[in-house]
């Protein structure tokens, strides 16, 4: 059987049995038995359920890290297919199965073709969708134990046509950051507000004050930026101004510097709007993923490599940043590496969009991955 047919076996398997970050057991120790069988050096329970397979080949020093994310999302299946999920409520939404099976592939075909002379870490991380399963892996030693050069991550995108793939040097993906404001008041009865202090004045302010930021406060040209009110909850009923209001929400940015600066422009504004309204707040902003940032020789890597498997013109090396993010963004903050799109194809087959209940990997595209990774160690081991 060819590497890419076990491939599809693997990827289904892993479809059928999706579990929720830090809770990958049985795909952890699914992938740490297929790496030993292949020959590699494993390491499990890094950063948790993580998994790294070392493979050798060769005298240079040299090194390269691949990462594959293992975790599912909370969903309930769709799909009727054969291979469709058996865990009530939890599912492959996002590809995570084929990332997962690509990679696990090029370790299958590097460890039999030993083409390559360095070493390959094959990298297996959980909790990728909530945003600390790379900080898990780094700081249980994933790049002070191991030494990598660089260290290189790619995800399926539904919407671009199978054998195609996008990258760019520098910010690809956003950064992502929740906030909460809590206003804080005296309430009171909604026949006499004068009594009173009303929250939902000042709450309405702050919110219409909120979009000044991004049209005033950064560069229309290199701070682009989404900050987006999601929610906005009192504790008061039809005759009963609250005593309380609480506004959250959602922002992206490409720049630590815009980040920094939505941050703190967010408190200036409602602390202004407050001392105004003679009320108190709480506000609290919490990151949970930096922006994703390729270092612009490991993109040239990369896009090379890229080439190489499906031909130059379905390579885009130069693609519009997303406003999504990816915890990979953390690696790539220790590591010099580059993130790559690959599309999972249009229409019905692989264009459904991703956490949707009707999603699935595409297996055609499983080829296509596992020859990208095994072109890219060759490409950058070899050089």
């Not at 076996?9 to 049985?26: C, S």
């Not at 191991?146 to 290189?152: E, G, K, P």
């Not at 519009?320 to 790539?332: A, G, H, K, W």
Request: aromatic share 8%; hydrophobic share 40%.
């Amino acid at each position: 059987m060819s590497v890419e047919s076990s491939a599809i076996e693997w990827r289904r398997h892993l479809h059928q049995y999706p579990e929720f970050g830090t809770e990958e057991f049985k795909t952890a120790e699914f992938v740490a038995n297929k790496l030993e069988e292949f020959g590699l050096e494993v390491h499990r329970n890094i950063g948790g359920t993580g998994v790294l397979g070392i493979l050798k080949n060769g005298d240079s020093t040299r090194s390269i890290g691949l990462r594959a994310d293992m975790d599912a999302l909370r969903i309930q299946e769709q799909n009727t297919f054969c291979h469709a999920s058996k865990h009530e409520g939890a599912m492959h939404a996002c590809g995570h199965d084929g990332h997962t099976a690509m990679l696990l592939g090029a370790a299958c075909e590097l460890a039999q073709s030993k083409s390559f002379d360095g070493t390959v870490y094959f990298i297996f991380q959980p909790d990728e969708e909530r945003g600390t399963g790379a900080k898990a892996m780094i700081d249980d030693g994933l790049f002070t134990r191991w030494n990598m050069d660089s260290i290189y991550a790619m995800h399926n995108l539904p919407g671009i046509p199978a054998g195609k793939f996008v990258t760019r040097p520098s910010s690809i993906m956003a950064s992502e950051s929740s906030f909460e404001i809590v206003v804080k008041a005296t309430g009171g009865h909604a026949a006499l507000p004068h009594m009173g202090t009303d929250p939902i004045v000042v709450g309405a302010q702050i919110v219409t004050a909120l979009q000044t930021i991004v049209s005033r406060n950064l560069s229309a040209i290199n701070e682009t930026a989404v900050i987006s009110v999601t929610n906005f909850e009192t504790n008061g009923t039809v005759n009963v101004i609250p005593s309380q209001v609480t506004i959250s929400g959602d922002t992206r940015s490409f720049t630590d510097e815009a980040l920094h600066k939505i941050e703190a422009a967010i408190e200036r504004i409602v602390a202004g709007q407050c001392m105004a309204a003679g009320v108190d707040y709480q506000y609290t902003f919490n990151n949970s993923f930096l922006s994703t940032i390729n270092s612009p020789e490991e993109t040239e890597y990369a896009i090379k490599a890229a080439q190489q498997v499906v031909g130059i013109e379905n390579v885009d090396g130069a693609c519009e940043p997303f406003t999504i993010s990816e915890d990979f963004s953390f690696m790539l903050r220790e590591v010099k590496g580059c993130y790559i799109l690959v599309g999972n194809g249009t229409g019905e087959c692989g264009g459904t969009a991703l956490h949707n209940p009707l999603y699935d990997f595409n297996d055609e595209i499983l080829g296509h991955g596992i020859q990208y990774w095994k072109a890219l160690v060759e490409g950058q081991l070899n050089a």
